[in-house]
């Protein structure tokens, strides 16, 4: 999980993508980069370490010079979250330049790193992902040009031939120098890509790509529509806008976890509410937590903050319970699930949280969490109650059990570090320390999503074990393990 963002301007852009990306923090917080280029095709490209108000002194700001950039803030799903040669953007000189940013997860990286070096004779210099694709990007645009000239047609034949070549979950932002802004997202739309637009104060018009919908609205920018799956999108420096659809069969099936955990409620993507969703996860898994606790056994309805608020507002008002705020949480620690390594994901969780005594002193208390992946936090954050205070926790999940590794973009890769992997929920409960576990239902979890859309599928691959992409094998999720823990 990644955030990212482009703009094609009519003046400087720099200022507007480091704003865009201070409201894409939380889908990442090891490493930022923002690439900007001139109107001669010169780039200027800054990236760090940690979190985007860490990354940017006033003087980096200045030296990002030009009217078209992109920005990046990294999630490490692979390599190492503490690389700087692996933050983003990735820039490569040929054909014209190329810098480029991505979300999401490449699966087919052993067969792309082979090819690239002995058909496309293309050097890697790190492992991750991202490189691969301006590499194979980079290489189609190469082999698509016929003149000194670069057009939307060509631009569209080379990404089209990246569908061919590259499997997993992309969406991708790309400066081509002298030419434009290219953005374009996998063929079956898994991880999300939303593209506005605004008048420009001399005349003419914005342009902005971006992970959420609330970095439009942020902004000043009407929201245009959603980039399709497999489509590209090309807007070249005069800022005019060029799309075509560049996959044989798309479909889109976006990621279910999007709007459990990663994205911000206030943004709408693929046309579905978060927050709404997020409502209706509450109302449905009101009626599993009805069917599983005997009556009288729970006083009070609490959230986790801050993803499972509206799951657990509309949970306590289904049930008829009092709704209360038991857990103070410290906004300036980053989030617990994004943390990268058990050690430091333990030791935030007590810096993140405070359970407030007089809340649940005595109380019977249902704790609602977005989700269980490892375990760690929860398990935690079940004791911290029961130290202040609690008679009895009742522990539900707006998300069903994560059994199965995540491959497109979250890092869920290894089955032993999933607390529902192997387990039955009983199991589960004792392991986390509770009383009661609720998790929600998989049909429900997916019909809440999904009410009101025309959306027939999501990628449920963590719940489920079903990949929509049809190419992970049992043999790569081994590897991806061995690989994670070597």
Sequence with gaps: MCGIVGM???????????????????????????????????????????????????????????????????????????????????YVNAPYGIVLVHNGNLTNTRELTDELFHKDRRHLNTSSDTELLVNVLANELQSTISGLELGPDEVFQAVARVHERVEGSYAAIALIAGYGLLAFRDPFGIRPLILGTRAAEGGGYEWLVASESLVMENA???????????????????GRLHTKQCAP???LVPCSF????????????????????????????????????????????????????????????????????????NRYIGRTFIMPGQAVRKKSVRQKLNAMSSEFKGKNV??????????????????????????????ASAAPPVRYPHVYGINMPSRHELVAHGR???????????????????????????????????????????????????????????????
């Design 424 to 486: 039955t929920i009983p199991e589960i409960a004792a392991e986390l320390g509770c009383d009661r576990l609720v998790y929600q239902e998989v049909d429900d979890l997916k019909a809440a999503i999904l009410e009101g859309s025309d959306i027939q599928d999501l990628d449920m691959s963590c719940f489920d074990g079903r990949y929509v992409t049809g190419t992970v094998t049992e043999e790569y999720l081994d590897w991806v393990e061995a690989a994670q823990e070597s």
């Design 8 to 90: 094609v301007g009519r003046g400087p852009v720099s200022q507007d993508i480091y704003d865009s990306l201070l409201l894409l923090q939380h889908r990442g917080q090891d490493s930022t980069g923002i690439a900007t280029a001139e109107s001669n095709g010169v780039f200027h490209l800054h990236k760090a370490q940690g979190m985007v108000r860490e990354g940017f002194r006033t003087r980096d700001m200045r030296a990002l010079l030009g009217e078209i950039g992109l920005g990046h803030v990294r999630y490490a799903t692979k390599g190492l979250a503490s690389s700087e040669e692996e933050a983003q953007p990735f």
């Design 249 to 251: 069969d798309p479909q």
């Design 258 to 329: 999007e709007y459990v955990y990663l994205a911000r409620p206030d943004s709408v993507m693929n046309g579905i509410s978060v927050y709404e969703a997020r409502l209706r996860m509450g109302e449905r898994l009101a009626d599993t937590i009805a069917a599983h606790t005997p009556p009288g056994s729970i006083d009070v309805v609490m959230p986790i903050p801050e993803s499972s608020r509206p799951a657990a507002m509309q949970v306590a008002r289904k049930l008829g319970l009092e709704y209360r705020e038991g857990f103070y949480k």
């Design 366 to 395: 249902l704790l609602i969490d977005d989700s269980i992946v490892r375990g760690t936090t929860s398990k935690q954050i079940i004791q911290m109650a029961r130290d202040a205070g609690a008679l009895s926790v009742t522990f």
């Design 220 to 238: 000043g920018f009407e929201i245009v529509r959603d980039v399709m799956p497999g489509e590209a999108v090309f807007i070249d420096i005069d």
